[in-house]
C-alpha cells in the first residue's frame, strides 16, 4: 500500500539520525581496526533503527537484521555493496564492478529501518521485517547458499531493488547454468615436430565454431557466450591444454539444461576433431529466472507514482541478464524492480554506467536533498605487499581463476607497500567514497592485522 505522509515525514526524521550514527560509528571503525569484509559497515547501519543486527549461515559477509514483530514476515536483501570502482589511482579509464550494487545494499538498509518503524507506528497490522545482507550475487549464488542454510525459512515476502538505465517494475530475468570446457592434448615444438602435438587450442576454437553455428537453431531468448580462460603457454608450443568458461542462459531452466547437453555434444565434437581429451565440468547452483509476485509489483508501482518517481517503458533493445533472487522468487512472493540511475542505453559494467552514477546525486539534489545525504560507499579489493610486482602477479592469478579475467585486477585493487595502498585508498575517499569496505584477496586475517596497523590510522 503507498506510505502515508506521516510516515513518510517519520522516516525523514529517522534519515538524519542514522546519517550522523553511521559517520560516528564509521570513525570508530577506523580508529580500531578495518572490518573482515563488506558486509561490516552495513550491518552497523540498521542498529540505529533499534534493530539486532547478526550473523547467519556462518557467513562472515552475510548478517540478518531480524525484527521485532509479529507475522507476516518481509525480508529487504540489501547485496554487500560493491560500489563503483571508479575513482582509483590505476584505473580511472576501467569501470570494473560497475552495475549499481551500492543502491541495493543502502536502498535496502534505509527501506528496512523505515518499514519497521512504519509497522511500531502507523500500520494497523502486525509484522516482522528482516534486513538480510546478501553477498556474491554475481558468481557466488549467496541467496542461494542462504536460502539452502534455512535464512529465509520464515520469511513470508522478499524485495530487493538494482540500479540500472531505466526504473521498471516489472522485468525478467534468465536462468544460467555456468560450465567449464578443458581440453586435454600433447604438447610439442610447433616449428620443429608440430606433427607430434595434439593441438588443444584447435579444440577450443572447434568448440567455438560449433556454439557458433548452433546459434541459428536455438531460441531466440537463449544466450550462450563465454572466453578462452587458457590458450597455452607461448606461440612455439603446440597446446596441450586448454580451457574455456561460458554461460548458458533461459528463460526456463529446463532449456538451460538443454543448452548444456548441446554445449557437451559440441565440445565432444572438437575434441574428437583434434584428437584431444575433453572434461565439462559445470557450477552446481543453477540461478532460477525470476518470478515476480504480480501483487506486490503493482504496489510498489503505485508507491513510486506517490513519489513522482515514474517508471520507464521498455524500448525492447535489452536483453535480459540473470540473478540469484530468481532462486528467491521461485521460493517465496518476491520483488525484484529496478531503478533509474543513468540514461537510457547505458549498460551496467561498464565505465560509462561507472561515470553515471553521478546523475542519481543530481535527483537527489533536484528533490531538495543534499547530494552528500547518500552516502556512497565503495568496495576495495586491497593487497599489502611490499613487492608490488609479486602481489600484482597474485591478484592477476586470483582473478584470472575466479572471474576469468585477470586484467580485473587493474581495474579495482589497490596493491603495494604501505604507502601506495595508503594514496590508493585516499584517492577513493577524495572522489566521494563516504566508507570503504577494505577486501583483502588473500591471507586475509594477517593483510587485516598489518591494514589495520599500517594503513588504516593514515586515512
Given at each position: 500500500m503507498p506510505a502515508s505522509s506521516?510516515?513518510?515525514e517519520r522516516s525523514s526524521r529517522r534519515r538524519s539520525e542514522r546519517r550522523r550514527s553511521r559517520r560516528e560509528?564509521?570513525?570508530?571503525?577506523?580508529?580500531?581496526?578495518?572490518r573482515r569484509r563488506a558486509g561490516a559497515p552495513l550491518a552497523s547501519h540498521p542498529r540505529h533503527a533499534r534493530a539486532r543486527v547478526q550473523g547467519t549461515a556462518g557467513r562472515r559477509v552475510a548478517h540478518r537484521v531480524p525484527g521485532q514483530a509479529r507475522r507476516p514476515r518481509r525480508a529487504g536483501r540489501g547485496r554487500i555493496a560493491d560500489g563503483v570502482p571508479r575513482h582509483h589511482s590505476r584505473a580511472r579509464p576501467r569501470a570494473g564492478h560497475a552495475c549499481g550494487h551500492n543502491v541495493i545494499a543502502t536502498a535496502g538498509c534505509g527501506a528496512g529501518a523505515a518499514l519497521a518503524l512504519a509497522l511500531s507506528t502507523t500500520l494497523p497490522f502486525a509484522g516482522r521485517v528482516q534486513v538480510i545482507g546478501t553477498p556474491a550475487e554475481e558468481g557466488g549464488a549467496g541467496k542461494v547458499k542462504l536460502m539452502d542454510a534455512g535464512v529465509f525459512a520464515d520469511?513470508?515476502?522478499?524485495?530487493m531493488i538494482h540500479g540500472r538505465c531505466g526504473t521498471q517494475v516489472w522485468r525478467p530475468t534468465l536462468g544460467i547454468i555456468k560450465v567449464k570446457a578443458e581440453f586435454f592434448g600433447q604438447a610439442a615444438h610447433a616449428s620443429s615436430w608440430p606433427w607430434r602435438g595434439v593441438n588443444a587450442l584447435n579444440a577450443v576454437i572447434g568448440l567455438f565454431n560449433a556454439l557458433d553455428a548452433m546459434r541459428q537453431q536455438i531460441r531466440p531468448d537463449a544466450r550462450m557466450h563465454g572466453i578462452i580462460t587458457k590458450g597455452g603457454e607461448q606461440a612455439n608450443i603446440i597446446p596441450e591444454y586448454t580451457s574455456a568458461e561460458f554461460y548458458l542462459r533461459a528463460i526456463t531452466v529446463d532449456y538451460c539444461w538443454e543448452l548444456l547437453r548441446r554445449f557437451t555434444a559440441a565440445a565432444e565434437g572438437a575434441a574428437a576433431a583434434?584428437?584431444?581429451?575433453?572434461?565439462?565440468t559445470h557450477d552446481p547452483t543453477v540461478h532460477e529466472p525470476l518470478k515476480p509476485n504480480a501483487t506486490m509489483a503493482g504496489l510498489f508501482a503505485k508507491n513510486l507514482e506517490l513519489i513522482d518517481f515514474p517508471e520507464d517503458p521498455d524500448d525492447g533493445q535489452a536483453g535480459y541478464g540473470s540473478t540469484d533472487c530468481?532462486?528467491?522468487?521461485?521460493?517465496l512472493p518476491t520483488i525484484h524492480p529496478y531503478i533509474r540511475i543513468s540514461p537510457d542505453g547505458v549498460p551496467g559494467h561498464s565505465r560509462e554506467f561507472a561515470e553515471e552514477m553521478t546523475l542519481l546525486r543530481g535527483i537527489l539534489a533536484e528533490r531538495g536533498r543534499p547530494p552528500q545525504s547518500f552516502p556512497v560507499g565503495k568496495r576495495v579489493y586491497v593487497a599489502l605487499d611490499r613487492d608490488r610486482a609479486r602481489a600484482g602477479k597474485r591478484l592477476a592469478e586470483w582473478f584470472g581463476a575466479f572471474y576469468g579475467k585477470p586484467e580485473l585486477a587493474e581495474a579495482v585493487c589497490v596493491w603495494g607497500d604501505a604507502e601506495a595502498c595508503v594514496e590508493g585508498l585516499r584517492a577513493v575517499i577524495a572522489a566521494g567514497a563516504g566508507f570503504l569496505m577494505l577486501n583483502p584477496v588473500f591471507d586475509e586475517l594477517e593483510?587485516?592485522?598489518?591494514?589495520?596497523?599500517?594503513?588504516?590510522?593514515?586515512?
Open positions: 506521516s510516515a513518510r560509528a564509521e570513525g570508530r571503525r577506523r580508529r580500531r581496526r578495518p520469511v513470508d515476502a522478499a524485495m583434434t584428437g584431444c581429451r575433453v572434461t565439462v530468481g532462486n528467491v522468487s521461485q521460493r593483510q587485516l592485522e598489518r591494514l589495520a596497523a599500517d594503513v588504516v590510522p593514515r586515512l
